[in-house]
C-alpha cells in the first residue's frame, strides 16, 4: 500500500535529511532495486527523479523501521518536492512504498503556492 506518509516545509536554502517511519512494521529494508539507494525525489511530483541534484551526497539509513534520507537541498521555493521510498517489510520480500511532501516554503514572503 502506498500511502503520503507525512507533509513537511523546508525552505529554499535549508540542507538537512529527512526521516520516515514505517509505522506499521518493526523492521525495513530499502530496496535498491526500484531507485539508486531506494529512495527518490520528484519536484511537483512528477517527471525525472531529481536525486543527483537535491540528494548528491552520502546514502540513505535504515534504523530498525526508520528510513533516513541523504541530505535534501538546492529546493526551489514555491513549489513542491515528494520524496518516494520503496522497502521490503518484517525481513520478507514484501514490498512497500511511502512517500513525503517536501512543501518549499519563500524565505521572503514566506508563501507557498499549491499545485
Same mark, same amino acid.
Given at each position: 500500500?502506498?500511502?503520503?506518509?507525512?507533509?513537511?516545509?523546508?525552505?529554499? &536554502?535549508?540542507?538537512?535529511?529527512?526521516? @520516515? #517511519?514505517?509505522?506499521?512494521?518493526?523492521?525495513?529494508?530499502? $530496496?535498491?532495486? /526500484?531507485y539508486g539507494d531506494g529512495v527518490a525525489i520528484f519536484k511537483n511530483g512528477t517527471?525525472?527523479?531529481?536525486?543527483?541534484?537535491?540528494?548528491?551526497?552520502?546514502?540513505?539509513?535504515?534504523?530498525? &523501521?526508520?528510513?533516513?534520507?541523504?541530505? @535534501? #537541498?538546492?529546493?526551489?521555493?514555491?513549489?513542491?518536492?515528494? $520524496?518516494?521510498? /520503496?522497502?521490503?517489510?518484517?525481513?520478507?520480500?514484501?514490498?512497500?512504498?511511502?512517500?513525503?511532501?517536501?512543501?518549499?516554503?519563500?524565505?521572503?514572503?514566506?508563501?507557498?503556492?499549491?499545485?
Amino acid at each position: 500500500m502506498s500511502k503520503i506518509y507525512a507533509e513537511v516545509e523546508y525552505t529554499p &536554502n535549508e540542507v538537512k535529511p529527512l526521516s @520516515i #517511519q514505517f509505522d506499521d512494521y518493526s523492521t525495513v529494508a530499502l $530496496v535498491t532495486s /526500484v531507485y539508486g539507494d531506494g529512495v527518490a525525489i520528484f519536484k511537483n511530483g512528477t517527471g525525472q527523479d531529481l536525486s543527483a541534484t537535491n540528494m548528491p551526497s552520502g546514502s540513505a539509513a535504515v534504523s530498525g &523501521n526508520i528510513i533516513t534520507t541523504r541530505p @535534501i #537541498q538546492l529546493l526551489e521555493g514555491k513549489n513542491f518536492y515528494i $520524496v518516494a521510498v /520503496v522497502v521490503t517489510v518484517n525481513g520478507t520480500s514484501q514490498q512497500e512504498s511511502g512517500y513525503v511532501r517536501i512543501n518549499v516554503v519563500d524565505e521572503k514572503s514566506g508563501l507557498f503556492r499549491k499545485k
